[in-house]
């Protein structure tokens, strides 16, 4: 028997345009098919072959390709329509007696096409794969009659960047061996986990992709992570501290390969520099679809002048020398492509920010300013506000749902609310040209993703609290009300700090500030305490790098008795809502509710609460030694070790199935790290 006669039913039932009609039997014996209209290309096919996919998960049958329209009785139709190509990745989805059919004005309007009747008709997670909520299997699957047709997004450029993928790069085996003077990335992430990756993105209709922090074309393993988000259509670009795809640490492998180590200078060694750029940009213009990234920066995610000391010593020559560094840019992409409009982006971030907000910079017409965050994700740098839009000029954003150094990371912390105010900002002031989101390994930062990619598509009338409390309600349909509540608990469970109430305990704060303190406390230990003198006033002017990231911790300064008490308060929250994520667990129907849960909420709320309890109890020995009490100093010391002994019975709760090696990567945050660091001071 025809395997597509076991199809089961598919019923519509039509409103609006059609009433009082009975359902409509879809396929029980005709059978049902897809036809692909003309000029497709590989990336629809895919998301093609998802569509197929996801009907055989729901239904049990694969249905098959057909050639033919006319003979399709009934049948889904996948074809472009030039009636849309007016509108930038626009679609249309008409469900009717007999097909369905879905039409797209361009490739990736199509494709997303595609992914909106998957999402909102069949009710598919886009992030399935994450968040372990696969596409059900129904008896009987009903759709309504409509005649859907978007709109454009308001955000252009809509992308990921694969940063600090400490987790993401080791979680599978390696995808290879990367060449790179630097104490991360050795390995490659496995083209398997990205292809992962690069599916959830275009299911969440992003179109961009910076698919790791610094890649270097020339090795295959790397290129291989381009070519696995160039199969879904995704635009690539690059990392903001690599233009023309060229890194320090690019820059210094491709001379050693030819027996030389030159100094990393567009200063001192001009003609190296721009022998890699025009190298590099010949690999990378071999793709299509590529957003260059121009600037100037040293090494690491540093200014250049801490790659070559000798670097100018103003704030005005330093400018000078990145806009001359763009301008050369420019030509180089222009020559190598033969494209006098390529799609070019300056990510203003750190020092680049200040040089702007004091106008020092001249960024090439035809590239887009990209403004930043002075993260984590809570308001822009002062340059976004100082910044008068230009006429025939384009503007976006580049903003953290995760950032190295400060956090989240580890764990979640940016409610879809808070993200929305931001983003909204960018939308109303014109920034809205391109949109990259720092989302790191992925995984932790679930709702924080779903509702990015709904704002960024339509920022008008966007509700941060609506949508979490929908999100709930689809991922945890035994008990939304609850989880929505504990998800509240947690995120309004964060102590803030200034008059934007900036998280000021998240999990990379944490981890520094208690790094500090341990350091303050070996100091007492040898030497005894010495009450801070009060510094002198200066007019040292404070290097621009600092100056512009000056703001990101709202706690500076802050006394250390107050740090305390404002760190026991969020203790105390994420205990209470550690409590609630425990009884709702109970509540839960089915086991995977109760593990995405558990993934994603309880052990994020575990993991700050064992780095609070370890900051916690070093904050308070320091107090107890800076008044030589040292019998409670050193009991408090054995609390903070305590405190980290628990951090791998939470990290394997969340380490099951194919996560199993979720946690091996974890080199940013290090906790083995922290608590071998606090160890050893114990034992002195």
């Known amino acids: 028997m025809d395997l597509l006669k076991l199809l089961p039913l598919l019923l519509f039932f039509f409103t609006a345009c059609t009433t009082n009609k009975a359902d409509i039997d879809w396929g029980a014996d005709a059978g049902a098919e897809i036809v692909l209209g003309a000029g497709l290309t590989a990336p629809t096919l895919l998301a093609v072959e998802d569509l197929r996919s996801d009907l055989e998960k729901i239904t049990g049958v694969r249905p098959a390709l057909a050639a033919d329209p006319k003979n399709c009785q009934p049948c889904i139709v996948i074809e472009r329509d030039s009636a849309l190509a007016s509108g930038w990745e626009r679609y249309r989805i008409e469900i009717g007696a007999d097909r369905?059919?879905?039409?797209?004005?361009?490739?990736?309007?199509?494709?997303?096409?595609i992914y909106h009747f998957l999402e909102h008709q069949l009710e598919v997670d886009p992030l399935y794969f994450w968040s372990g909520r696969e596409p059900q299997r129904r008896e009987q699957l009903t759709l309504a009659a409509m005649d859907y047709t978007s709109e454009s997004p308001d955000f252009k450029y809509r992308g990921w960047f694969?940063?600090?993928?400490?987790?993401?790069?080791?979680?599978?085996?390696?995808?290879?061996?990367?060449?790179?003077?630097?104490?991360?990335?050795?390995?490659?992430?496995?083209?398997?986990?990205?292809?992962?990756?690069?599916?959830?993105?275009?299911?969440?209709?992003?179109?961009?992709?910076?698919?790791?922090?610094?890649?270097?074309?020339?090795?295959?393993?790397?290129?291989?992570?381009?070519?696995a988000a160039a199969r879904r259509g995704l635009f690539l670009s690059m990392h903001h501290i690599e233009p023309l795809g060229v890194s320090a640490f690019t820059y210094q492998n491709y001379w050693k390969a030819r027996g030389e180590e030159p100094l990393f200078s567009f200063y001192s060694a001009r003609e190296k520099v721009e022998t890699t750029w025009r190298e590099y940009a010949r690999e990378w213009a071999q793709y299509d679809n590529v957003i260059w990234q121009v600037g100037l920066r040293g090494i690491g995610d540093r200014p250049m002048w801490m790659a070559d000391p000798g670097t100018p010593q103003s704030d005005a020559e330093r400018a000078s020398l990145i806009s001359e560094a763009m301008a050369l840019q420019k030509k180089i992409i222009t020559e190598t492509t033969g494209d006098e409009n390529p799609i070019m982006t300056t990510t203003l971030w750190a020092e680049g920010a200040y040089f702007n907000q004091h106008g020092l910079l001249r960024i090439p017409r035809g590239v887009i300013t990209v403004f930043a965050d002075n993260n984590p994700g809570w308001h822009w740098q002062p340059d976004f506000y100082a910044t008068e839009r230009e006429p025939g000029r384009q503007y976006g954003v580049y903003y953290h749902h995760q950032v190295w150094g400060w956090g989240p990371h580890l764990?979640?912390?940016?409610?879809?609310?808070?993200?929305?105010?931001?983003?909204?900002?960018a939308y109303t002031s014109g920034a809205h040209e391109y949109a990259i989101l720092n989302v790191s390994n992925v995984r932790e930062f679930l709702p924080g993703l779903a509702a990015s990619s709904d704002m960024l598509w339509k920022m008008?009338?966007?509700?941060?609290?609506?949508?979490?409390?929908?999100?709930?309600?689809?991922?945890?349909?035994?008990?939304?009300?609850?989880?929505?509540?504990?998800?509240?608990?947690y995120f309004d469970g964060y102590a803030g700090f200034g008059d934007r109430n900036m998280p000021g305990f998240l999990d990379g704060q944490t981890k520094h500030e208690g790094q500090a303190a341990l350091k303050r406390i070996r100091e007492i230990l040898a030497n005894g305490y010495t009450p801070p003198q009060e510094s002198p006033q200066t007019n040292k002017k404070a290097d621009p790098f600092h100056a512009a990231l000056a703001g990101a911790d709202p706690k500076k300064g802050l006394p250390l008795a107050e740090k305390t008490a404002r760190l026991a308060t969020q203790i105390a929250h994420f205990q209470s809502a550690d409590s609630l994520s425990s009884v709702i667990l109970t509540q839960l129907a089915t086991d995977q509710e109760r593990q995405l849960l558990s993934d994603n909420l309880r052990t994020h709320i575990q993991l700050q609460l064992a780095l609070g309890h370890w900051l916690h109890a070093l904050l308070r020995a320091e107090l107890a030694l800076q008044h030589a009490d040292e019998n409670s100093g050193k009991t408090l010391l054995a609390d903070a070790v305590e405190a980290l002994l628990a951090v791998e019975n939470i990290k394997a709760g969340a380490s099951h199935g194919k996560w199993q090696h979720w946690y091996r990567g974890d080199k940013k945050m290090n906790l083995p790290g922290l608590l071998e660091e606090t160890q050893k001071l114990v034992g002195e």
């Open 460 to 489: 008008r009338g966007f509700d941060g609290d609506v949508f979490l409390r929908n999100w709930a309600a689809e991922n945890f349909p035994s008990a939304p009300d609850a989880v929505h509540r504990a998800y509240l608990a």
């Open 162 to 227: 694969i940063n600090d993928e400490d987790l993401l790069t080791e979680w599978m085996d390696s995808g290879g061996k990367r060449n790179i003077r630097y104490p991360f990335y050795g390995d490659v992430v496995n083209e398997k986990a990205m292809d992962h990756v690069v599916e959830a993105a275009v299911r969440l209709r992003f179109n961009l992709i910076i698919p790791a922090s610094f890649l270097d074309i020339k090795n295959p393993p790397e290129r291989a992570l381009l070519d």
């Open 411 to 425: 764990a979640q912390a940016i409610p879809p609310r808070q993200t929305a105010q931001v983003l909204g900002e």
């Open 100 to 113: 369905i059919r879905i039409s797209g004005g361009d490739e990736r309007g199509l494709m997303f096409g």
